[in-house]
């Protein structure tokens, strides 16, 4: 049974920092993204890291701030965020998808991802 379990949300001052886990079981896939979603917002794509190779991208408005990894031994994957800025305030979901996107965008979809995890809060005050 695949799993996926979020931890590290919480609340923080604007310009602190903090750093979001997912813990993954059942079996390994091809992409891990994270994903995030404010009030009122629909969904959108954060960062994404491929599990063989490391390779990452990230959505624009991270602008250096947040950096995806993983920890193989541990099947968890890493969001350390800094720089936090209150419009960074949302509901962060650790996805799963058996493709790694090479050459596509379609990473970006949050339809192309086959399991969610429940999600973590994070609030950035100002």
């Known amino acids: 049974q695949v799993q996926l379990v979020e931890s590290g949300g919480g609340l923080v001052q604007a310009g602190g920092s903090l750093r979001l886990s997912c813990a993954a079981s059942g079996r390994t896939f091809g992409t891990y993204g994270w994903f995030r979603q404010a009030p009122g917002k629909e969904r959108e794509f954060v960062a994404l890291i491929r599990w063989s190779g490391g390779t990452t991208a990230y959505a624009d408005f991270v602008k250096g701030r947040f950096t995806i990894s993983r920890d193989n031994a541990k099947n968890t994957v890493y969001l350390q965020m800094k720089s936090l800025e209150p419009d960074d305030t949302a509901v962060y979901s650790c996805?799963?998808?058996?493709?790694?996107?090479?050459?596509?965008?379609?990473?970006?979809?949050?339809?192309?991802?086959?399991?969610w995890g429940q999600g973590t809060q994070v609030t950035v005050a100002s």
């Open positions: 996805a799963a998808a058996t493709s790694t996107f090479y050459g596509s965008t379609a990473y970006r979809e949050v339809r192309r991802y086959d399991y």
